[in-house]
């Protein structure tokens, strides 16, 4: 169902979106799907099997953060990660797609970061509670400006890399993924109908570390971009005010 901007008895919410390299466009997003476990390494540094297939999990549009932007640290936790990731734009979508036909659905690619409160994430996991307190949290998605495919093509291979504050911490390749992106976008699309606007973060190599207030993340994947987002104090509390 679609209304006017009269018909709102609030203010709707601003679009979230990122922006396209080299242009002065940005790109709507809808839903934001992130892949679990799907770099046999740091599958092995988290303690699992690697037998496991992937799963999926998601986060909110407007945990989005913008290259060069500010992440204040989060509120409940001692441990935030990083995990650099292959961020997938979707500009069509459906159910059950053929892996065949899934590349057919990517507007462009970009780098991002699943920001990860792991001691919560990890409490909520022995619990057997749903992951949302450790991942879906405010600002826990930095994303760089996307390349789209048809500029860059579709990259299954290249340098995926993070630095601390100078320091590498993270560095692996597109091809350590254990499902690559068309495996990725079909079997998503057998449990969700996908659509123009999704973005999938496509999960992370060996390397996850804590990151705290005062660290520089620098990110990059070859051939497709770079990301650079600090991590700032805690927010003060604070009532939002109707608009």
Not at 15 to 40: H, L, S
Not at 119 to 131: E, F, G
Request: charged share 25%; aromatic share 6%.
């Amino acid at each position: 169902m679609s209304a006017n901007a009269n018909s709102y008895v609030i203010t709707p919410p601003a679009q979230a979106a990122i922006a396209v390299a080299g242009t002065d466009k940005m790109f709507p997003v809808r839903r934001i799907w992130c892949v679990g476990r799907n770099y046999e390494e740091h599958i092995r540094e988290m303690g699992h099997d690697v037998r496991d297939p992937p799963f999926f999990f998601s986060k909110p549009a407007d945990a989005i953060v913008a290259d060069g932007g500010n992440v204040p640290y989060p509120p409940l936790t001692k441990d935030m990660h990083h995990e650099v990731e292959l961020v997938v734009a979707l500009k069509s979508g459906g159910r059950n797609i053929p892996f065949d036909k899934a590349l057919d659905c990517i507007y462009g690619y970009g780098v991002g970061i699943d920001l990860t409160r792991r001691d919560l994430q990890i409490a909520s996991r022995d619990m057997k509670r749903p992951w949302e307190i450790g991942k879906a949290f405010d600002a826990s998605a930095p994303c760089g400006p996307l390349q789209p495919a048809g500029k860059i093509g579709h990259p299954s291979k290249g340098r995926i890399a993070l630095k601390a504050n100078g320091k590498l911490r993270q560095e692996g390749d597109l091809t350590q993924m254990i499902w690559n992106v068309p495996e990725v976008i079909g079997k998503l699309s057998e449990m969700v109908a996908l659509a123009a606007g999704d973005i999938i973060m496509t999960g992370t190599p060996s390397g996850v570390a804590a990151t705290v207030p005062g660290d520089k993340l620098e990110c990059e994947i070859e051939g497709v971009g770079r990301l650079t987002v600090a991590i700032g104090p805690p927010e003060p509390p604070s009532l939002h005010s109707p608009r």
